[in-house]
């Protein structure tokens, strides 16, 4: 998840996400590996929580990256604009 934050910790299922010194917790609610993660931030709402899926097309065998994160209405804005900025700089990495 070297894209996704800074740094990254794992203590208990609990996840320390760190971007420019500042941290955020998030425990991990679901994993398949090499398809899915589901995460709820610590200090969201218990109902809300984001994941991150691989999906792949079966006619074309196209391979995406679905995003799923839940927020409320006067922060949607702002997370999509996190979430642009974490794809941009994935695809950088990939070199995509």
Known sequence: MQW?????SVRDQVYTFIWDD???QAKL???KENKLVRFKWID???QCY???EVVQDELTNDVA????DFAAEETIAER???WDNQI???ISVLGA
């Open 29 to 31: 609610l679901l994993t």
């Open 50 to 52: 984001f994941e991150m």
């Open 80 to 82: 999509k604009l996190i």
């Open 4 to 8: 996704f934050a800074d740094s990254v």
């Open 65 to 68: 990256l679905a995003i799923t």
């Open 22 to 24: 500042e941290e955020q």
């Open 44 to 46: 969201d709402e218990p």
């Open 88 to 90: 941009d700089y994935l």
